[in-house]
Nanobody, 119 residues
Framework: QVQLVESGGGLVQPGGSLRLSCAAS????????MAWYRQAPGKQRDLVAV???????HYAGSMKDRFTISRDNAKNTVYLQMNSLKPEDTAVYYC?????????????WGQGTQVTVSS
């Protein structure tokens, strides 16, 4: 059974840093596009960053200035390094794996990890 397990969330002060991890199991990880999304209370789930199977990255809005997505295919893990955190970064952060194969779309989500930025 495919599983995506996020970790690394928590409470951090404004200006601080966190590194989120998402460990995948039972998928051919290296073939998947991996992404981080976030959802603040009462808001929709929004894209944060994407990394392709070839390592090409894309960030939403101004995230590139503070966030870095990376992957380690040997560990089946994708990371999100978040620096200079702001209170508005407070959200549940979700990991997503996606792949199109043989006319089918395979999409998996993790359960989310809470990030709270507050003094």
């Amino acid at each position: 059974q495919v599983q995506l397990v996020e970790s690394g969330g928590g409470l951090v002060q404004p200006g601080g840093s966190l590194r989120l991890s998402c460990a995948a199991s039972d998928i051919a990880f290296s073939y998947y596009v991996m992404a981080w999304y976030r959802q603040a209370p009462g808001k929709q789930r929004d894209l944060v960053a994407v990394i392709t199977s070839g390592g090409i990255t894309h960030y939403a809005g101004s995230m590139k200035d503070r966030f870095t997505i990376s992957r380690d295919n040997a560990k089946n893990t994708v990371y999100l390094q978040m620096n200079s955190l702001k209170p508005e970064d407070t959200a549940v952060y979700y990991c997503k794996a996606a792949r199109a194969l043989g006319g089918n779309d395979y999409v998996y989500w993790g359960q989310g990890t809470q990030v709270t930025v507050s003094s």
